[in-house]
């Protein structure tokens, strides 16, 4: 399931970002699985580009937390394993899409102007019907099939040559060929798509389903699947067809519209779309469309739109491509099929970061060619707008190619006495609190690593490189360690290799582990058995506290002793001097206090904090080898007012790395005030309290410049 949260990403905080960008990171991952090596997606194509653009926006606003595995670092469709590599002699691209009339306008009026063509001059435009199927590129050599290849991510695909040539409709000889090929182009990329019918599909997946194989989602994936078979004689066996519409590579052949192409595909012997139409107004080719639109279901095989191409090549030469998609073509796809089904049951989903998304268990429908079942809903808000309640008729689509929607509930059909809908606020899969921050649309289990759904997650937090920093167990090897209860809390990883010696099958035994990588495993838990405070206080995964606020409690607290009973001291008694002294340090605030204390408030993380700090030794934090006899070392710190020679975040760094505390309000623990220019009521407040104020230019000379 697949959930773009709402918060727009200017107001995320950086602790947000992190959490975001690890749950992306899976999800994104697990969909690729799904997609390239299972030909079984679980979202649309928008969809997922809706998850990678997120990701990015997230990165370009905290360049630094992108993480190794992001998405971003990896291309698009790297072939799977298996299959050759082709490098596309001309890239496969894609098409910009039209949704509305507006924009198939928007698109002529755009390659009129571009032309400097007149109103006058008619545009000739070929439409077709674009095909749900998968994009192929197959070259032709003195007319002869030599190689096929998918698209991959356009510049790079596989090399299926051997499960194409089982196509009926892949002619291996160009029709018209003399014996030695001579009157036909040295070469020839004809492109097109692999498809397969709506029959053929359920014919195939009755045959899957009766040998207990896999049933697929749509045509399309049933077309990927089977094209994508290691064994081609496996391939003949599946009900391919193909329509060829496109050109690559092409020397030794010319042809001045697509129309006239499109003509010589026939006589080449290859299946182009009957449908296809030559228009020469936009009204002719929306007439076309609304036809086609009507059409759509009776069709033979699934269609998602319709693609015009304009029909001169000589101007699709001048116009020309802009990113990934030609100036000379446009897909204007249907609108979302909608349609109505039942709305079984509310069920709540717990992320990997422990957000609660409610979502809407459905009677099984086909909306836009795919069984849909499930749709999310969201959060509770959404769920409210929209009134959505359990036992409803709604209304679901799948706009584009976008994940079902629950668009609307159906009033009438609602059985009298419905009641609405309500969040748990507990955990529906480890029970602890739940709880919605101000602000914030989401739920959250507040379970951390006694949540099963969260476990894994914290876990691979807490060996990361900021945290613990422990190689060689990566988030593969911690799930299958949870799954099969070697480690459950993080206190386990440093308990590993004593529970290891005892186990019917040690790790070095296990499949991918060998004797050498366990000891190297092993090694490295041991060598992070001493640890400084900060790196410990944000191993712990406490909601908002980040590498930084971690180091702002180390620096404040010192030790882990003095820490921890200032924290249980802070969650006791929300008036106390504990929690008065948390919620005043620098950029804390309430909200972020709330969240440390909250952690502390529950026995089950004290217990996982007990647990560890009996395994390990926590370093006392460290001010730097110049702090210890800085004139600031231990003085608290408040900054208010503008600073003229540097920015407010390095006159703090300057000034932590001096050993001093800085706070963000004053009080009578504050030392010094620095007050910079139109400084408010801190600077007041500290002539009130009698505390040393210092000028920007006062405060360089005490600290040494
Ligand atoms: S022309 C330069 N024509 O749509 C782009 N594409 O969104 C050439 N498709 O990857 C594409 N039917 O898989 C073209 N009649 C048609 C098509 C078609 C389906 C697919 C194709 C392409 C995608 C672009």
Not at 9 to 19: E, G, K, N, P
Not at 264 to 272: A, D, E, N, P, S
Not at 416 to 422: K, R
Not at 519 to 546: M, P, Q, S
Request: charged share 25%; hydrophobic share 45%; proline share 5%.
């Amino acid at each position: 399931m697949t959930f773009v949260t709402s918060t727009p990403v200017q107001d995320l905080t950086r602790d947000q970002a992190a959490a975001e960008l690890a749950e992306l990171a899976g999800e994104i991952a697990a969909h690729d699985r799904a997609y390239y090596q299972e030909d079984a997606p679980a979202v649309s194509d928008a969809e997922y580009d809706a998850l990678r653009q997120r990701n990015a926006a997230i990165e370009a606003r905290f360049p630094d937390l992108a993480r190794p595995d992001s998405p971003s670092r990896r291309v698009g469709a790297a072939p799977a394993a298996g299959f050759g590599k082709v490098v596309h002699a001309v890239p496969m691209l894609s098409l910009d899409n039209a949704f509305a009339e507006g924009d198939v306008r928007e698109f002529v009026a755009r390659v009129r102007r571009f032309l400097g063509l007149s109103e006058a001059e008619p545009i000739p435009v070929v439409a077709e019907p674009k095909i749900d199927g998968l994009s192929i590129s197959l070259r032709y050599e003195r007319g002869r099939f030599v190689q096929g290849a998918t698209r991959g991510d356009g510049a790079e695909g596989e090399d299926v040559t051997a499960n194409l040539r089982t196509l009926a409709d892949l002619p291996v000889r160009l029709r018209g060929a003399d014996l030695l090929g001579d009157d036909l182009p040295a070469v020839l990329e004809v492109r097109g798509e692999v498809y397969m019918s709506r029959d053929d599909f359920a014919a195939l997946n009755e045959r899957q389903k009766a040998a207990e194989a896999k049933v697929f989602a749509n045509p399309r994936n049933a077309a990927a699947g089977s094209l994508r078979q290691l064994d081609a004689a496996e391939t003949a066996k599946r009900p391919l067809r193909l329509f060829a519409y496109g050109s690559g590579e092409a020397t030794g052949a010319e042809w001045d519209s697509h129309w006239e192409y499109l003509t010589r595909l026939k006589t080449w012997g290859f299946q182009v779309n009957p449908l296809a139409r030559r228009c020469d107004s936009v009204e002719d080719l929306l007439a076309f469309h609304a036809e086609l639109a009507e059409q759509r279901a009776s069709l033979p095989y699934d269609i998602d739109g319709i693609v015009y191409k304009v029909d001169r090549v000589d101007w699709q030469k001048r116009l020309g491509f802009v990113a990934r998609a030609p100036r000379w073509a446009i897909a204007h796809k249907f609108p979302a099929e909608q349609v109505r089904t039942l709305l079984r049951r509310i069920s709540v989903n717990v992320g990997r970061t422990g957000t609660l998304t409610p979502v809407a268990d459905l009677e099984p429908v086909t909306v836009g060619g795919v069984v849909v079942s499930r749709a999310t809903l969201h959060n509770e808000d959404e769920v409210a707008r929209k009134d959505v309640r359990e036992g409803d008729t709604v209304i679901v689509q799948r706009a584009g190619d976008v994940i079902p929607q629950v668009v609307a509930v159906v009033p009438e059909l609602r059985k009298p006495g419905t009641p609405p809908w309500t969040m748990p606020d507990h955990c529906p899969t480890c029970g602890s609190l739940a709880v919605r921050e101000e602000d914030e649309a989401a739920r959250r289990c507040t379970g951390g690593l006694v949540c099963p759904d969260q476990a894994v997650e914290r876990l691979r937090h807490f060996v990361s490189r900021n945290a613990f920093d422990i190689e060689g167990l990566g988030e593969k090897h911690i799930e299958a360690f949870y799954a099969d209860g070697l480690i459950r809390s993080p206190a386990d990883i440093f308990l590993l290799e004593e529970r290891d010696r005892g186990v019917l099958t040690p790790i070095a035994a296990r499949e991918g582990w060998g004797l050498k990588s366990a000891r190297n495993l092993f090694d490295g838990i041991g060598e992070r058995r001493t640890i400084g405070l900060e790196r410990f206080i944000y191993a712990l995964g406490i909601r908002h506290v980040g590498e930084a606020m971690a180091r702002l409690l180390a620096s404040h607290y010192g030790t882990l002793e003095a820490w921890r009973t200032a924290m249980v001291a802070a969650a006791q008694d929300r008036d106390g001097e504990a929690w008065r002294d948390l919620v005043a340090i620098d950029r804390m605030g309430p909200a972020k206090a709330l969240a440390i204390a909250s952690f502390f408030a529950e026995p089950h993380n004290l217990a996982v904090l007990d647990d560890l700090a009996a395994l390990v030794t926590v370093r006392p934090f460290e001010r730097s080898a110049t702090a210890g006899n800085s004139p600031i070392a231990g003085k608290t710190v408040v900054f208010t007012g503008t600073l003229t020679t540097m920015t407010r975040d390095e006159a703090k760094a300057r000034a932590l790395a001096l050993g001093a505390k800085v706070a963000g309000s004053v009080s009578r623990k504050t030392d010094y005030v620095v007050v910079g220019a139109d400084a408010g009521s801190k600077a007041a407040k500290a002539q009130d309290l009698g505390i040393t104020t210092l000028s920007e230019s006062a405060w360089r000379d005490l600290i040494g410049g």
